[in-house]
């Protein structure tokens, strides 16, 4: 389960994204999460169950 301020690391098959989890949102398709990148402020929603979220950071 994710949680409002989490670090999370999401990773593509050209680069993994250290994020922050803004928002918990649920819908049709289950739960999406929208995360901020911290070093350029860009925020973008994910699917968990399509992207692959490799760990949960601790601070």
Known sequence: MYEKGQRVVIRTPDKEE?????????????QMLRVKDP???YTKVVNP??????????D
């Open 18 to 30: 250290v994020v922050l989890v803004e928002e918990i949102l649920t819908g049709d398709n289950g």
């Open 39 to 41: 070093i350029t402020g």
């Open 49 to 58: 169950v399509e992207e692959t979220i490799v760990e949960h950071l601790e």
